[in-house]
Protein backbone atom coordinates (compact mmCIF):
# COMPACT_ATOMS: atom_id res chain seq x y z
CA UNK A 1 0.00 0.00 0.00
CA UNK A 2 1.21 3.05 -0.58
CA UNK A 3 1.21 6.81 0.23
CA UNK A 4 -1.54 7.60 -2.52
CA UNK A 5 -3.75 5.25 -1.33
CA UNK A 6 -3.65 6.49 2.61
CA UNK A 7 -4.39 9.77 1.80
CA UNK A 8 -7.48 8.61 -1.07
CA UNK A 9 -9.31 7.32 2.10
CA UNK A 10 -7.60 10.05 4.68
CA UNK A 11 -7.78 13.11 2.16
CA UNK A 12 -5.32 16.26 1.99
CA UNK A 13 -5.99 18.51 4.20
CA UNK A 14 -2.91 19.74 6.48
CA UNK A 15 -3.64 22.05 9.04
CA UNK A 16 -1.11 24.59 8.49
CA UNK A 17 0.43 27.94 10.41
CA UNK A 18 2.29 30.86 9.49
CA UNK A 19 6.10 31.21 10.48
CA UNK A 20 4.75 34.31 12.82
CA UNK A 21 2.30 32.67 14.84
CA UNK A 22 2.98 32.44 18.43
CA UNK A 23 3.42 29.52 20.55
CA UNK A 24 0.08 29.53 22.85
CA UNK A 25 -1.71 30.23 19.24
CA UNK A 26 -0.16 26.82 18.20
CA UNK A 27 -1.49 24.95 21.75
CA UNK A 28 -5.27 26.23 20.53
CA UNK A 29 -4.32 24.69 17.19
CA UNK A 30 -3.52 21.82 18.23
CA UNK A 31 -5.89 21.17 20.77
CA UNK A 32 -9.19 22.27 19.01
CA UNK A 33 -8.50 20.36 15.95
CA UNK A 34 -7.60 17.54 17.92
CA UNK A 35 -4.06 16.92 16.22
CA UNK A 36 -0.09 16.48 17.51
CA UNK A 37 1.68 18.30 14.67
CA UNK A 38 1.06 21.42 12.69
CA UNK A 39 3.54 22.76 9.02
CA UNK A 40 4.78 25.90 9.07
CA UNK A 41 4.42 26.92 5.22
CA UNK A 42 4.86 30.65 3.56
CA UNK A 43 1.92 32.30 1.47
CA UNK A 44 2.55 29.92 -1.35
CA UNK A 45 2.65 26.54 0.90
CA UNK A 46 5.80 25.55 0.83
CA UNK A 47 7.30 23.97 3.98
CA UNK A 48 9.18 26.09 6.45
CA UNK A 49 8.70 23.79 8.95
CA UNK A 50 7.04 21.70 11.70
CA UNK A 51 5.97 21.72 15.36
CA UNK A 52 4.98 18.88 16.91
CA UNK A 53 3.25 18.44 20.57
CA UNK A 54 6.79 17.65 21.76
CA UNK A 55 8.16 20.82 20.72
CA UNK A 56 5.52 22.85 22.84
CA UNK A 57 6.10 20.26 25.86
CA UNK A 58 9.90 21.13 25.38
CA UNK A 59 9.55 25.10 25.52
CA UNK A 60 7.12 24.48 28.46
CA UNK A 61 9.94 22.97 30.63
CA UNK A 62 11.86 26.29 29.65
CA UNK A 63 9.04 28.09 31.64
CA UNK A 64 5.07 29.39 30.79
CA UNK A 65 7.13 32.79 29.26
CA UNK A 66 7.67 30.38 26.27
CA UNK A 67 4.29 30.63 24.68
CA UNK A 68 4.22 34.06 23.96
CA UNK A 69 7.45 33.17 21.44
CA UNK A 70 6.73 32.43 17.68
CA UNK A 71 6.44 29.10 16.41
CA UNK A 72 10.01 30.09 14.53
CA UNK A 73 11.95 29.57 17.48
CA UNK A 74 10.43 25.58 18.34
CA UNK A 75 9.78 24.46 14.87
CA UNK A 76 11.90 21.58 13.43
CA UNK A 77 13.19 23.08 10.36
CA UNK A 78 14.90 19.94 8.84
CA UNK A 79 11.62 18.86 7.73
CA UNK A 80 11.47 14.80 6.46
CA UNK A 81 8.97 14.54 3.89
CA UNK A 82 7.27 11.50 1.43
CA UNK A 83 5.94 11.55 -2.02
CA UNK A 84 2.38 9.72 -3.12
CA UNK A 85 4.76 6.35 -4.35
CA UNK A 86 6.48 5.97 -1.38
CA UNK A 87 5.34 2.39 0.85
CA UNK A 88 3.76 2.04 4.13
CA UNK A 89 7.47 0.32 4.89
CA UNK A 90 8.92 3.43 3.20
CA UNK A 91 7.12 5.69 5.77
CA UNK A 92 7.54 3.28 9.19
CA UNK A 93 11.66 3.23 7.90
CA UNK A 94 11.64 7.09 7.92
CA UNK A 95 9.25 7.52 11.23
CA UNK A 96 11.43 5.05 12.94
CA UNK A 97 14.51 6.25 11.79
CA UNK A 98 13.84 10.82 12.73
CA UNK A 99 11.78 9.09 16.16
CA UNK A 100 9.37 11.11 14.73
CA UNK A 101 5.10 10.59 14.11
CA UNK A 102 4.52 12.89 11.05
CA UNK A 103 5.16 13.14 8.09
CA UNK A 104 4.36 15.79 5.17
CA UNK A 105 3.78 14.72 1.79
CA UNK A 106 4.95 16.61 -1.05
CA UNK A 107 4.20 17.08 -4.58
CA UNK A 108 7.54 19.26 -6.20
CA UNK A 109 7.76 21.89 -3.36
CA UNK A 110 4.44 22.17 -2.39
CA UNK A 111 2.92 20.21 0.55
CA UNK A 112 -0.12 17.31 -0.95
CA UNK A 113 -1.10 15.71 2.45
CA UNK A 114 0.49 14.49 5.52
CA UNK A 115 0.41 11.17 7.29
CA UNK A 116 0.94 10.32 11.17
CA UNK A 117 1.82 7.72 12.83
CA UNK A 118 -2.11 6.74 13.36
CA UNK A 119 -2.85 6.65 9.37
CA UNK A 120 -0.07 4.04 9.38
CA UNK A 121 -1.00 1.78 11.89
CA UNK A 122 -4.84 1.52 10.31
CA UNK A 123 -3.06 1.26 7.02
CA UNK A 124 -0.73 -1.91 8.01
CA UNK A 125 -3.65 -3.52 10.45
CA UNK A 126 -5.82 -3.44 7.16
CA UNK A 127 -3.28 -4.65 5.27
CA UNK A 128 -2.62 -7.94 7.55
CA UNK A 129 -6.12 -8.46 7.90
CA UNK A 130 -7.21 -8.32 3.78
CA UNK A 131 -4.19 -10.76 3.41
CA UNK A 132 -5.58 -13.13 5.85
CA UNK A 133 -8.90 -12.76 4.51
CA UNK A 134 -7.47 -13.56 0.86
CA UNK A 135 -5.06 -16.88 2.56
CA UNK A 136 -8.43 -18.00 4.69
CA UNK A 137 -10.41 -18.15 0.99
CA UNK A 138 -7.62 -19.60 -0.45
CA UNK A 139 -7.24 -22.50 2.09
CA UNK A 140 -11.30 -22.84 1.83
CA UNK A 141 -10.79 -23.58 -1.88
CA UNK A 142 -8.23 -26.49 -2.17
P1 LIG B 1 6.44 13.91 16.74
O1 LIG B 1 6.86 12.52 17.13
O2 LIG B 1 5.91 13.96 15.33
O3 LIG B 1 5.53 14.54 17.74
O4 LIG B 1 7.75 14.83 16.67
C1 LIG B 1 8.88 14.66 17.50
C2 LIG B 1 9.94 15.70 17.09
O5 LIG B 1 10.31 15.50 15.71
C3 LIG B 1 9.51 17.16 17.19
O6 LIG B 1 10.66 17.93 17.56
C4 LIG B 1 9.08 17.54 15.78
O7 LIG B 1 9.27 18.90 15.47
C5 LIG B 1 10.00 16.66 14.95
N1 LIG B 1 9.36 16.19 13.71
C6 LIG B 1 8.10 15.71 13.57
N2 LIG B 1 7.86 15.34 12.31
C7 LIG B 1 9.02 15.56 11.63
C8 LIG B 1 9.42 15.38 10.27
N3 LIG B 1 8.61 14.86 9.34
N4 LIG B 1 10.68 15.77 9.93
C9 LIG B 1 11.52 16.28 10.85
N5 LIG B 1 11.21 16.46 12.13
C10 LIG B 1 9.97 16.11 12.54
Redesign the pocket.
Known amino acids: MTVAAILSKKGRDVVTVPVDLSIAEVVQILATRRI ?2 VVVTDSAQRILG ?6 VVRALARGADALVGSVSSI ?2 A ?4 CTDGHTINDVMTRMTE ?7 VVEGDRLAGIVSIGDVVKARIEQVEREADEMRAYIAMA
Not at 50 to 55: F, P, T
Not at 98 to 104: E, N, S
Open positions: GAIVSERDMTKVVTGRFRHLP
